[in-house]
């Protein structure tokens, strides 16, 4: 095997042996959580202290591409002093929380959103959108979690992949780098009919941008608890709704019950009495409203005012009903972001018989905000859950990393992980990926040129094929 450059921390460079690198896709299918951020490997050269590059950023040169990375494992393996870096995706691996379509005022794309996401883990260079799908609209509620896995449901929403070529991270189309095999040493085909199920489910969230819109009113029923001077008490409240921002609820003399415009709430003494809102406020009473870390639920804090003499304190008013005095809420809070509804759809799957299991999947990827969204991906869940899973590997060279697409009998496969040295040799796993419009090569060839490719048309009738 031949070997690479070294560089590291843009300083020391040397020649180095046992060069590997591993990549994985990003998924299509939208049960499939597959797909790491990738890894490479080099041996370190006699003479160079391990301990001293631990942790350090290293840039390795082969004849094919140059990989950029983070020193984050060094041992002895074998007998040899080996480096373990990671790529370029590490950063995404992390916890992080995300405001709803960024934060942006201005309409949300693929480019301006993944910047966003990719900007909170610090990576704010060396990214590349492809032009076909760099302004294509998006809707993305706010969440918190690992950004990685947010990063890998983003993309199977809008059909999308992620990328590292070269030092650069790329967005691209699913389906527009193409894997052409050399030297190959090797070749497996492989066809599988277990875990095949009934139906797959998945979750979608159709949205509305609102501003100013009731997030608490009367039916949350908050603050009509009794409360002593001075205590504080403190409620988180789950909505139906991911928040940019919301209006701190402001103390009025009284609040009508029909009231909804803006955040006011009034109080009562033990007696029932209102409590003066200027009286409340020099007297220490408060209520505050945080959005969660998710945007999806808020945290009420109500501190009652110190005055003892006319504690207990609720905050309620009181309306006449059929001629008697009826309690309400009179809490509001209005605040601005997307109103989502949480749907549900099943797709039926294996059809024949076979099938071992009920239900093969439920999806629940927020990012899907239609039906024609969740309908579009869910055909590709019922393809694996519904027909045999047909995978190709081997070790040849490609000239393409993991997600490129792969020829094999006139049928496409698409590349999920590929491990290669610098031979150029790679070692790949393929499955599946043919679609209506890869047909589209045959309009115009004839039958005798299609049955010179094929011994039967049985290749494109083991699977479906989707849109």
């Known amino acids: 095997m031949g070997g690479v450059d070294i560089r590291i921390d843009g300083g020391a460079e040397w020649r180095a042996s046992g060069w590997s690198l591993k990549q994985q896709s990003t ?8 797909g790491g951020v990738g890894e490479f490997s080099f041996e370190i050269p006699a003479g160079v202290d391990p301990k001293l590059i631990d942790g350090l950023p290293v840039e390795v040169v082969d004849s094919q591409e140059t990989t950029r990375g983070v020193i984050h494992a060094v041992g002895l393996v074998n007998n040899r002093l080996t480096a373990t870096c990671t790529t370029r995706l590490l950063p995404f691996v992390c916890e992080r929380s995300a405001a709803p379509n960024g934060g942006m005022l201005e309409p949300c794309t693929i480019e301006s959103y993944l910047t966003y996401v990719f900007g909170l883990c610090g990576v704010t260079t060396g990214i590349v959108f492809d ?7 998006v809707v993305a509620l706010g969440w918190s979690g690992d950004v990685w896995r947010q990063i890998k449901q983003f993309c199977l929403a809008y059909e999308v992949e992620v990328a590292v070529v070269d030092t650069d991270i790329v967005v691209r189309p699913l389906r527009t780098e193409r894997a052409r095999r050399g030297k190959e040493e090797s070749f497996q085909w492989s066809k599988d009919r277990t875990g095949l199920a009934r139906r797959v489910e998945s979750w979608y969230y159709p949205t509305t941008e609102v501003t100013d819109a009731l997030i608490v009113g009367r039916r949350h029923d908050i603050g009509t608890q009794f409360l002593a001077a001075g205590e504080t008490d403190v409620t988180t409240l789950e909505l139906d709704y991911s928040l940019s ?3 701190q609820p402001v103390c009025m003399d009284s609040v009508s019950y029909g009231s909804g415009g803006s955040s006011v709430y009034a109080v009562v003494d033990r007696w029932g009495e209102r409590v003066k809102a200027s009286y409340w406020r020099d007297l220490g009473g408060d209520v505050s409203v945080e959005i969660g870390e998710d945007s999806r639920s808020v945290t009420i804090t109500i501190t009652a005012c110190l005055d003892l003499s006319r504690a207990p304190y609720r905050l309620v008013g009181k309306r006449k009903l059929d001629g008697e005095d009826v309690e309400y809420p009179t809490l509001r809070v209005v605040g601005s972001g997307l109103a989502f509804k949480r749907k549900f759809y099943s797709m039926h799957a294996c059809t024949d018989g076979s099938a071992t299991v009920e239900v093969g999947c439920e999806v629940d990827n927020d990012f899907i905000t239609s039906f024609e969204q969740c309908h579009r991906l869910l055909l590709w869940a019922a393809v694996r859950f519904g027909t045999p899973t047909i ?12 997600g490129a697409r792969l020829l094999d009998d006139y049928a496409e496969y698409r590349v999920r992980s590929v491990t290669r040295g610098p031979s150029g040799l790679a070692g790949y796993e393929a499955e599946w990926d043919t679609i209506l419009d890869d047909l589209a090569y045959w309009e115009t060839k004839t039958l005798d040129e299609f049955t010179a490719g094929h011994t039967t048309i049985n290749a494109f009738n083991v699977r479906p094929l989707t849109t």
Do not use: Y
């Open 245 to 247: 921002s919301v209006d």
């Open 27 to 34: 998924p299509v299918d939208p049960s499939d959580s597959f």
């Open 391 to 402: 995978r190709v590997s081997g070790s040849a060279v490609l000239g393409a990393g993991a």
């Open 131 to 137: 032009p076909s799908i760099a302004d294509t609209t």
